[in-house]
Each structure stands twice: as C-alpha cells, then as structure tokens.
C-alpha cells in the first residue's frame, strides 16, 4: 500500500501527540506521581510508534518503541517519573520534532543520536532490575473479561469512521494497527487487503481481538485515533442480553451510510486564498462607491451600498474561519518557560489564562516570536534566584502568567511576572548614559518606556538567553507592524507586567491618507492623535494630549528625502496646510506637515518588499479602489528619523 499520500495527515497526528506529550511532561514534572498523565504519556508514545511504523518510518517508530518501553514501570507499578526520565523524554521529543522536519522535507528519518538511546537503555536497565519478582500478581487490568477456560478472552469491535474524513481506509488501517499491538487480531471484516489498497465501502469496520489488556486498554488505543465517530467493544462470549460497552455519549445504532457533519477540514492555503479575495472584493467596493460619489445616480449609490454590506458580511464570515486557539501559541511555552529555568537555576511556575481565546492565524504566527522573547525576558531578567526570593520574603518559586483578552475589536495580552522589577531610576541613568533623548523630568512611565529603545539595556554583559541579538525595540516594532502597541507596568520588588494590545485580525487596517510632496501616503489610523490647520508663516498649532506645544513641526516630504517645501512651492506644488500629531508610548510625540489629508479609509495591507524596506520607513503596501498604489509609513522608523533630524538641526526649519 502506498502510503506516501497520508504524509500530511500522518504529519498533523504527529504534531498534536508532541504538542500534548510536551504539555504531560511538564505537568509531571510538578506532580511525578500522576498516574492519569503517565498513562496519557504512555499512550501518545504508542500512537507515534503505530503511525510511524504504518507510513515506514522505522527510525521514528524504533525511537517511540524505546521510550514508550520507559514508561512501563511507571505504568505497572505507579513508580513517580524522575526528573532524569522526564529531561530524557523532552529529549525524545526534540529528537522526534527533527524526524518530522526530515519527513517534511522528503527525506527518511535518520536514527536518534546514540547517546539519547543509550541513556534510555540505561534507565530501562536499571527499572528491570528494581522490578517485583517474578512471581507477584500484577494487577487486575481493569474491565478485564477472561474466558472461562483459561484462553485469551476475545473482543468484538464495530469502528465507524467520521463522515467528514477524506481517508476513511486509513483511518480503519491505523486501528487495526494499533489494534495488533495489544493482542492479536483475529478477524478483520472488511478484509485487510481491501483496508490496504486505500479503499474502504461505507464507514463500518469490524475486528475480532483476542487481548488480555481489557477494555481500559482498549479504549485508550481507540481515544488515540482521529476522525472516529463511534465504536462498540464487548466480549465475545457476552451474553444476548448483556448491556454493551458504548464509549459514547448515546447509544444510538451503527449505520454504514454518509452521515451529516458539522466541520470540515480546509487547508490553509486555501483560507487564504478566500482572505486575499475578499481584499480585493473590499478594494473593489472601494472604487465603485469613489464612482457613486461622482456619479448623480440613486440607484447605483444604493447599489453599492448594499454590495458594501454583503462584502463585509463576507469578510466577516473568512475571518472566523481563520480563527485558531491562542492555545496554538502557548502550548509550547511551559517546556521554554521550564528549560529557561533550569538553565539559570531558577524555579518558575508558568500559567495560562484564556488560552481559549480565537485569533487570526496570521497573528498567532506573527507573535510567535515576540511572545517568547517577552517570555525569555522575563525568566533570565525578571524573576530572581530562589535565594534572592527568599531574602526578599518571596517563595522560591517564582510566578509567570501568560493572560489573554478578547473584545469585540481588539484583544489584549499581559505578561506578567513576580519578579523584581523595573528600576525606573536605573533606566534613567542607562538612558543617560547612552545619550537617549529625553525630557527634563520624566515620569515613571516615561522612564520605563526607554526599555523599548533600540539597543538598550540595563545589563551590561549579555546571556545567551536574552541580552543578545534581538531586544524589546523588535518586540516593539513587531507588535506595532500588526497594528498593535506594547507597554509596560512594573513595581520595583512586586513585579513587570508587559501589555500588548492588538487587533483582531492582520487582513484589514484603517489609516489615514495624506498627500506629501505630491505622493499620496498611508499612516496607520491608531497612531494619529489627532489632524490640525497649519497657522500662516508656518507657525506651529498642533498640540499634544497635555497641551503642551509639539516642536517642531516636521516637513514629512522633506523628511522622506525631497527638496525643501519652499523649493517645491516656487515649482507649483501645493503649499503645507495641514499638521498630522502622531503618538508614540500613549503620548504626542511628532507633527507632520502635508500638503493635505485626503481621508480616512480601510484598505487590505500587503507586505513592503526588501527594496522598498530600505528605501525609506516604510512596512507596508496597499492600492485604493481607483488602482492607486500607497505606502504604509512605519510611524516609529519616521520618529526615529526625525530626531536625528533634529539633532543634526537643532533650530528645525
């Protein structure tokens, strides 16, 4: 049987039985002696030996085979996993993550390093030698059923495969694999043959199993499988009238026929496809209701206008297709949250709140990488040394908590820690030191918000944890590249908190056009405090949140590498007239002046090529209804730019 076209379906079990080993593990690691997630461990090695074994991946198949048998002992005689066993399995999974990368890339699994194999050989070794003698009972395997004569005891299974799984003959293959691992399959109706060619009539299948693992075993195998809409277990030699094992809530009968379905599995290629249409239906809606405007007919404004509804509809209906559990994002966080720990000897406990939560799956991709430096930041620099803790009246186990928020727009995130601390103080004399500019008394806040510039850092030497390479200002810019801003709160001894607040989705974005030496350009809506007149004689009248005056006022055009406005008005331009106040941190930070604002609209953002990105501050692209191209200004890049500006021109012009 040729079983290379369940790869992807192979690749998507695998992952998920990583990702719940990975969580399990962690969890025994605070409780050594919980026996249900030792055997939800046990069960996951299995299911990985029995798929990989079908798909031919002996390697991985031989790898699960040795850490499953780990698990033995601990299974048989409710033996606690040590940390030595538990650091070995994470190993084992890390070794398997490669395998899958392997299988990914076209490529057969290569063997497990020795040294991973042997120190689990070693374990094995050591378990046999501590292992009850040889005539003790084992325990009675729960819900077992011998024959009276002494034999194996038989079971009967009926298996009905989902409606909505697109490879039912695999699904049942996989079963009586796994099936065979617990005993010995007598009977498989329809045939093995017909299961092996990939081809199945109708969802029912039936096996004969003679097993002295019990039903608990054999329902653990059958809660290892995907895509099973029910199954019936029962002894053989049951009586007519004897209630059935159901593992279902109702007992309603076995039918072969198509059944309905609620859900369907779509590829994310194709989620996209329908995003990315959706963004040109919305480009579209644009330019027809720009034609309306111009156009003294009623009929097609009113058209437009309910073709604006049903596109929104529409949009909105796309978007909560691509919606995914945050659950996707934090999943692995406990085993780097752990590891961190270990490393710097420190003990963390990592909690998650809200994990439930549905998000784009553009965002839960995008903040990947910002959650765990945020993550990293705050085991290596925000929680202390048992030591230090317990000096400062603190449990030695120190408290991470990863919560999630959702709103009807937006959602937000908060780490926090109970840790240290920020020293605002400290960061002030970090910021002088480096000559940051800054106000003449700044306030805590402000003073905290300097953590986010590019370079700094309180520390003077660099771990290999967080202090190197990629710092907060890339936390920052990330964050406010998905139309989000960051902050953060902090009490010096209670702890830091680091706030991200962002939309609901990547797709679409509000901003404001405006129109600068003659080009038209887009700023994202959320970072525009608000739009003034420019006063005659280029006098400044924008003023920040605080009233407090915003000086100077910057040319955009000419901030952007065009000639001076003067220059450009004496060629014909049209003179600067209005002033854009852009915020930075909560706070009025720069004032642009354009020639005009053109608008407030929403457009479908697409990504800034690499040429482009260097050019100027730019972090995005999008085309109006009418085919227009416009560039999304990247606010911070233009802040930046502004105050070397200034510095290199003290007075402004």
Known sequence: MDMSKYKSLFMSDTTEHLDALEADLVQIERDPADKSRINE????????????????YDEMARLAHRLEDMMIPHRQHEKPLSGDEIDLLLRGLDEFRNQLDQVRDGKVPRPAHEDLLVAADKILRGAQLQAPPAGEPPGEPEGECRAVDGTMPVFKIELVISAQSGTPAVRAFLAYRRLSETGKVIEVVPGLAQLRSGHLEGRLVRFRLATDRGLAEIKRVFNTLVEVERFVVEPEDAPADREQTLFEKARSPLKTGRQKSD???????????????????????????????????????????????????????????????????????????????RSRGKQVQFEVEGEN????????????????????????????????????????????????????????????????????GLVLSRAAEMNIPMSENPSPSEALAMIFRPGFSTRTGATEISGRGVGLDAVKMEVERMGGRVSVRSEPGLGTSFVLDLPLTLAILQVLLVESGGVLLALPA????????????????????????????????????????????????????????????????????????????????????????????????????????????????????????????????
């Open 41 to 56: 461990v046990f069960r996951h090695m299995h299911s990985i030996k029995g798929m990989a074994g079908s798909m031919g």
């Open 357 to 424: 939560a549905e998000l784009d799956r553009a965002l839960v991709e995008a903040l990947d990488t910002p959650i765990l430096h945020l993550l990293r930041n705050a085991v290596d620099h925000g929680i202390e040394t048992p030591d230090q803790r317990r000096r400062g009246g603190k449990s030695p186990l120190g408290k991470i908590k990863l919560a999630v928020k959702r709103s009807a727009e937006r959602f937000e995130i908060v780490l926090s820690d109970d840790g240290g601390g920020i020293d605002a």
């Open 526 to 653: 959320s970072r525009v405090l608000k739009v003034t007149a420019i006063d005659e004689g280029r006098k400044i009248a924008s003023h920040g949140s605080d009233g407090s005056t915003i000086d100077p006022l910057i040319d955009l055009a000419e901030l952007l590498g065009g000639v001076p406005a003067g220059q450009r008005q004496s060629e014909g331009e049209e003179a600067l007239s209005e002033s854009v106040v852009i915020e930075q941190d909560g706070q009025a930070a720069l004032a642009l002046a354009v020639q005009h604002v053109a608008g407030h609209v929403e457009v479908v953002l697409k990504g800034v090529g690499s040429l482009l990105a260097r050019l100027g501050p730019f972090n995005g692209t999008t085309v109006l209804g009418d085919g227009r191209p416009v560039l999304l200004l990247d606010v911070d890049a233009v802040i930046t730019r502004a105050h070397s500006a200034m510095r290199e021109k003290p007075n402004g012009s």
């Open 263 to 341: 859900t369907v599995r779509v590829q994310t290629e194709l989620l996209d496809f329908f995003v990315d249409s959706i963004g040109e239906l919305i480009t579209l809606r644009s330019h027809f209701e720009q034609l309306a405007e111009r156009i003294e007919a009623p009929t097609l404004r009113e058209g437009v206008r309910r073709l604006g509804k049903v596109v929104r509809r529409l949009h909105d209906r796309v978007m909560e297709i691509r919606m995914v559990p945050i659950s996707l994002l934090t999943q692995r966080l406990p085993r780097v949250c752990r590891d961190i720990a």
